[in-house]
């Protein structure tokens, strides 16, 4: 849990976030790292993946309309943490070591874990355009 908060905390640092800004997003990514531990204990990582870019997603687009900041300062930061770094490195050392079996099978592993961030923070992103389009033509209407 805190080592979620530090890994967006210390990228955050590094991206030049300031302020409350950068406790924010280090909040983020510890919120993303243990709705991500919570769900992989009991289901599967591709699950918890998505699920937890899903939650920090959500959670970056509420605290950039209530801190009036881009979305991606919270987002980016907080995905640090659920990057599949481990499988990348494993893949890649398998490729050294001549072990193509074991390189593959880490390698699209990997490649899902990736493919479960990016469909969940896509999914988020794309159900609050709808949201905003659907309010939008309401409040025209009306």
Known sequence: MFMSFFAAFGF??????KG???FFAG???????IVYSL???NGNIFLAQFIASLVITLFSIILARLLKAPLTTFLIAALIPLVPGGGMYHTMLSIVNKDLDTALMTG???LGEACAIVMGITFMSGL???LN????????HL
């Open 12 to 17: 955050g640092i590094i991206f030049n976030i």
């Open 20 to 22: 409350k800004n950068l």
């Open 27 to 33: 909040l983020n990514g510890m919120i993303g790292g």
């Open 39 to 41: 769900i992989k204990e």
């Open 108 to 110: 699209l592993d990997t």
């Open 128 to 130: 609050e355009l709808a």
């Open 133 to 140: 389009e659907w309010f939008k033509s309401r409040a025209h």
